[in-house]
């Protein structure tokens, strides 16, 4: 098997692209067989620059490897198609030479009349097809003593295929069975351009042969270009080598319909691509789910399940199980929603399968750069107590700046519901009590303490206890408590109580 991940270099990468290499990816390494990175950079007016390195790098970052490709060189190189240029004029001519292609040497505005022509004669959308083309000058209509005049003054010219007529091509998809289309439905594409370079029609089949592709699994959007691409395989005697083809469903956005777009990213103010984008021409960065500290893991988790499902109600699988688990048979025809909430839900899943020894190093380099510091005994017990509630590792922060940052304020409505009754008096008891401990402190002792000053005033410490936890955090909800306030310490947290005491309604 050999497969190949062939995108143009025309922006960051789209999450549907590297769902695309996943599904390469994972098809080939449970089979056995390469993966190839080809960049597709014949149309010169949409290169970006900067968009090939970060396919590499955002690829990488998921865990997607290559074989062979432009960044590491293999035995059909070169893996740039700018860079095999001077190979696609003769398989163009070939084509021409055997009747498949045709030169044509319309200028713009005679397309654009003909076009014109066809539509006030009532064609909607008119084509250069086997009907338009008898019109046209091209080397079909012309005499060939003129093509040849043409030719030799150097007039600009490009190579269409001859689209035949009134064939039916039967293009077998791996997801979508049999696909029937008839060439009537089809024009003569243009194959070879007027500034020497191929168009991707050409340059793609061309290289799937040459670097002797066997499955080309791509997005749907290629599937009507599909059937050029089996008459091309064909007019070159190609196709006993010919791939497989599977075209894998759309994206969609998360909610109501249509194609997923960065749009529907920043409508919610998260990231989009993988890794951070620079754009070329403003400089301006833009984060992406590396930067924004969610695990690749989890991304190819998430993007695994977009469009392919196991069989059955598993949904965490790690690389190494989504390979021996996937196949094409499971891959879906219709689209897939893209539902960032489910992309942190991975997150979490994964964030709480991590030890706690792994995210030391990590939630340190989050509290020096805030100027914070723990002893390594107290952050090992902390982050299992804030590690359930937090999405990214970036959260830690959050979840701990009311250990390190008293209480700025009291929220009113829980304070109001739950800072009478009996709750001042059981208050005024523990700051008196804790503050007696001296040495001994910790969840057993804070808990016990609170408990006896519950049951001394005969309500619930149940009743109590979102009140405590405003009083010491500030918070309405939080971490394990007691747990938490033994970490603090006994004094911080005295100081605390007495500071929500002096806060508490006097009436
Ligand atoms: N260059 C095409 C793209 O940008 C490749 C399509 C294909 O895989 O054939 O997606």
Redesign the pocket.
């Known amino acids: 098997m050999r497969v ?5 270099p ?1 922006g960051p990468l789209h999450p549907g ?1 590297v769902r ?1 290499a996943l599904f390469n990816y994972l098809l080939v390494r449970k089979m056995g067989g390469q993966m190839v990175l ?1 960049i ?1 950079d014949t149309d010169q007016t949409r290169f970006v620059p900067g968009a090939e390195e970060f396919i590499i790098e955002s690829l990488s970052w998921c865990g997607i490897e290559f074989d062979e490709g432009v960044h590491k060189g293999g035995p059909y190189g070169p893996y740039r198609q700018s860079e095999r240029k001077a190979m696609y004029r003769q398989y163009a001519m070939q084509l021409v030479e055997s009747g498949h292609a045709y030169y044509a040497f319309d200028t713009e505005e005679e397309l654009e009349t003909m076009r014109e022509q066809f539509k006030a004669s009532g064609v909607a959308s008119p084509q250069y097809n086997a009907i338009s083309r008898v019109r046209m000058k091209n080397s079909l209509s012309l005499p060939s003593d003129e093509v040849a005049r043409r030719l030799e003054a150097g007039e600009s010219y490009v190579i269409r295929f001859k689209m035949p007529r009134g064939r039916e091509v039967r293009v077998r998809d791996r997801i979508r069975g049999l696909v029937v289309v008839q060439t009537a439905q089809l024009d003569d594409k243009v194959l070879f351009k007027s500034d020497g370079m191929p168009t ?1 029609h050409l340059a ?1 089949v061309v290289d ?1 042969y040459l670097m002797k592709i066997t499955h ?4 749907e ?2 599937l009507p ?1 599909t059937p050029l ?1 089996v008459l091309l395989y064909e007019a070159f005697d190609w196709l006993d080598t010919m791939p497989e083809f599977a075209h894998l469903p759309l994206l969609l956005k998360p909610d109501g319909d249509g194609k997923l777009s960065k749009r529907d990213g920043d409508r919610l103010g998260l990231p989009f691509y993988a890794t951070e984008w620079t754009n070329p021409e403003s400089g301006e960065k833009t984060p992406g789910y590396r930067e924004a500290g969610y695990f690749p893991e989890a991304y190819v988790n998430f993007l695994a399940l977009l469009g392919w499902n196991p069989g059955d109600n598993r949904e965490i699988f790690e690389m190494d199980e989504l390979i021996q688990s996937f196949g094409l048979d499971r891959v879906n025809k219709h689209g897939a929603r893209y539902d960032f909430t489910k992309l942190q839900w991975f997150n979490q899943q994964y964030l709480r399968s991590r030890s706690v020894d792994s995210l030391m190093d990590p939630c340190r380099n989050l509290l020096v750069q805030q100027g914070w510091n723990l002893e390594d005994s107290t952050l090992q017990a902390l982050i299992p107590l804030v590690m359930e509630r937090m999405v990214l590792v970036s959260d830690f922060i959050h979840e701990v700046r009311p250990f390190f940052v008293d209480p700025e304020s009291y929220d009113e409505g829980v304070a109001a519901k739950k800072w009478g009754g009996a709750f001042p008096a059981v208050l005024g008891d523990l700051i008196d009590c804790y503050e007696a401990l001296h040495d001994e402190w910790n969840a057993t002792i804070v808990e016990t303490k609170f408990k006896e000053a519950a049951a001394k005033h005969g309500v619930t410490p149940g009743s109590l206890l979102q009140g405590l936890r405003l009083a010491v955090t500030g918070q309405a909800s939080g971490p394990a408590l007691f747990e938490w306030m033994g970490l603090r310490g006994r004094l911080a947290c005295v100081a605390r109580l007495r500071q929500a005491a002096a806060t508490l309604p006097t009436s």
Do not use: L, Q
């Not at 080309?216 to 997005?219: D, H, K, M």
């Open positions: 190949r991940f062939a995108p143009s025309t692209g695309t080809r597709e991707y793609n799937d080309v699994i791509r997005g959007e290629w270009s691409h």
